[in-house]
């Protein structure tokens, strides 16, 4: 009785753990997003973003237009999707202090934005 007492206080510590490990990656994930129309966004979890802590990320790109691309660049990174593509794209990166700025290359004066890594 002594034994199945514990393991069933064991079971019920390791859920909420393993349940925690599961939503963690969720709050570094980054929604990258350019057209249809002419918009360039970056969002976590539905809001601008502005500023970030500095770590390792995970950006999910939505390209929607022909003729637009997401392109980031900032402290050790440089990255960018195709323009004639129209794809979902995944990339994973470490973001170090300093300013990042995305753009669409073809239209960098009017689709663009920018937050800072503290």
Same mark, same amino acid.
């Given at each position: 009785m002594k034994l199945f007492a514990i393991v069933s206080l064991v079971? +019920? *510590? @390791?859920? %909420? #753990? !393993?349940?925690? +490990? *599961? @939503?963690? %990656? #969720? !709050?570094n994930?980054?929604?990258?997003?350019d057209g249809p129309g002419f918009t360039i966004t970056l969002t976590q979890g539905g809001k601008k973003v502005t500023t970030l802590k500095a770590g390792a990320y995970t950006i999910k790109?939505?390209?929607?237009s022909n003729i637009h691309n997401f392109h980031l660049t900032g402290p050790g990174v440089n990255k960018k999707t195709s323009v004639?593509?129209?794809a979902n794209t995944t990339w994973?990166?470490?973001?170090?202090?300093?300013?990042?700025?995305?753009?669409?290359?073809?239209?960098?004066?009017?689709?663009?934005?920018?937050?800072?890594?503290?």
């Open positions: 079971a +019920a *510590l @390791a859920v %909420p #753990a !393993a349940t925690s +490990a *599961l @939503a963690a %990656p #969720a !709050a994930t980054l929604v990258g997003t790109i939505s390209d929607k004639p593509a129209v994973k990166v470490t973001l170090k202090k300093g300013t990042y700025k995305f753009v669409c290359d073809p239209h960098l004066t009017i689709m663009k934005g920018s937050f800072k890594v503290t």
